[in-house]
């Protein structure tokens, strides 16, 4: 266990629906990352928060948006979801926004 | 299941012999590096680090090279185990803690 929690494990949903991936970070780290896997690609960075703040943003389609919460948890919302947005989507977290991350195990999303 | 990269170049050794793992990357201002193994189903698990101002650096069974000429880095596992088998991306620092990951090349080993 990295102690990066994610929830749901899997998910299966249908073309055109809304989603939301939860997060929560290791305890006392402030920052954290969702980075989207797909099978045939590597992974690729959408955003991170730091202390409730967007602090840097990847190649995040605008379908996407996340938040993280007072409590340092933080969500991933994908909307209008099409069968090209299946993938592993996973989050880290850091102490700071220095380096040396840690993973969460990842939520799998499946659009059909 | 697969759950990484059907199609990832692979790397397959014996049991006990040593494995080495090439990355190339891109920014040549890029000041960090780190090796991550990704076991089937799980997220990427943090192997070792490398600080731009270094071109080694050893931890256990496993040491990274890192050559700033050609922008180049590479992985050394001594004595590679089964539970080596994984995905092994490098990831450089893309500002703002945000890494940016290689493709990944799949490692496995055979008894």
């Known amino acids: 266990d990295s102690g990066v929690t994610q929830t749901p494990k899997h998910l299966i949903t249908a073309t055109g629906q809304r989603v939301t991936l939860r997060c929560s970070p290791r305890?006392?780290?402030?920052?954290v990352y969702w980075y989207q896997q797909s099978l045939d690609q590597g992974l690729q960075f959408l955003i991170q928060y730091y202390n409730g703040e967007e602090r840097a943003k990847g190649n995040i389609l605008e379908r996407f948006s996340a938040q993280q919460f007072p409590d340092l948890h933080s969500e991933l919302n994908l909307s209008s979801l099409e069968l090209g947005d299946s993938a592993l989507y996973f989050c880290?977290?850091?102490?700071?926004?220095?380096?040396?991350?840690?993973f969460g195990s990842g939520t799998r999303l499946t659009v059909v | 299941g697969e759950s990484v990269g059907l199609h990832l170049p692979t790397l397959s050794v014996q049991e006990g012999d040593n494995s080495i793992i090439n990355c190339a990357y891109s920014n040549s201002a890029s000041d960090y590096f780190i090796w991550y193994k990704q076991e089937s189903g799980k997220g990427p698990q943090f192997i070792i680090d490398?600080?731009?101002?270094?071109d080694k650096r050893q931890g256990q069974r496993v040491t990274v090279l890192l050559n700033k000429t050609v922008k180049h880095l590479s992985l050394q596992i001594a004595a590679t185990q089964p539970g080596d088998s994984a995905v092994y991306f490098c990831?450089?620092?893309?500002?703002?803690?945000?890494?940016?990951f290689g493709a990944g090349t799949r490692l496995a080993v055979h008894p």
């Open positions: 880290a977290s850091s102490p700071g926004t220095d380096y040396g991350y840690t």
């Open positions: 305890s006392g780290d402030l920052s």
């Open positions: 990831a450089e620092n893309g500002g703002y803690n945000k890494l940016i």
């Open positions: 490398i600080r731009s101002n270094m």
